[in-house]
């Protein structure tokens, strides 16, 4: 059973500062990873997909990374913003021959940003 | 480009009454979810369904009763609500194609309180 564990739980940092949040996840047998962010009471919105033929997506000041042999995601966030803060989840997608119809989260990481 | 609508956003019940949650959503994807996240417990999936015509139980299935009344439409009904169903519901949808999961997209969440 794929398990996705997210580190560090919650971080805290300066303005500026450029920062790299950890997805690990148990099964290699990952087609595609997706990062989301959550606002506090609010839904998710996607951020990055990293499909099974890519090792990286960017998007602004957002770079994901996929390294399926060492079954790691990384999610680098360059000169981070206060409106950065938000919580930050990876997430296993499911295809056939794994949790089919379940998208396998982590806990997410809670970044705060200060001014 | 609405995305996934969910309605109500906010809902207060009795316990022994109830509801159902409705979700849309217009990108013509063929998979429909529906989540539960709780504070602690990250989000649980209740069921889905990969395509139209089609429904599965996921993690958390106990209580609720679902619909996939068209490929845009997917809705989630409680027939007895009780305390331990008071949560934030997410419907998601994503494109399922050979066997691979691109792109899921959430709606802004329902928040449900059975008092």
């Known amino acids: 059973k794929q398990e996705v564990t997210q580190i560090p739980a919650a971080l805290s940092v300066p303005e500026g500062e450029n920062l790299v949040l950890n997805c690990s996840f148990t099964?290699?047998?990952?087609?595609?990873l997706q990062w989301f962010r959550q606002d506090p009471g609010k839904g998710l919105t996607s951020l990055l997909l990293?499909?099974?033929?890519?090792r990286e997506q960017t998007s602004g000041r957002l770079n994901a990374s996929l390294d399926k042999s060492s079954g790691r995601s990384t999610l680098y966030i360059a000169a981070s913003q206060p409106g950065d803060s938000a919580t930050y989840l990876c997430?296993?997608?499911?295809?056939?021959?794994?949790?089919?119809?379940?998208?396998?989260f982590g806990k997410g990481t809670k970044l705060s940003v200060k001014p | 480009n609405a995305g996934v609508t969910q309605t109500p956003k906010f809902q207060v019940l009795k316990t022994g009454q109830s509801m159902t949650l409705q979700c849309a959503q217009d990108m013509n994807h063929n998979s429909m979810y529906w989540y539960r996240q709780d504070p602690g417990m990250g989000l649980r999936l209740i069921y889905y369904?990969?395509?139209?015509?089609?429904?599965d139980k996921g993690e958390v299935p106990n209580g609720y009763n679902v619909s996939r009344l068209n490929k845009r439409e997917f809705s989630l009904r409680l027939e007895s609500a009780a305390p331990s169903q008071t949560s934030v519901y997410f419907c998601a949808s994503s494109e399922l194609f050979l066997g691979q999961s691109y792109g899921y997209t959430f709606g802004s969440g329902t928040r449900l309180t059975v008092v």
């Open positions: 099964d290699s047998a990952i087609y595609n």
């Open positions: 369904s990969a395509s139209e015509g089609t429904t």
């Open positions: 997430a296993d997608p499911p295809h056939y021959g794994g949790s089919q119809g379940n998208l396998i």
């Open positions: 990293i499909q099974s033929s890519q």
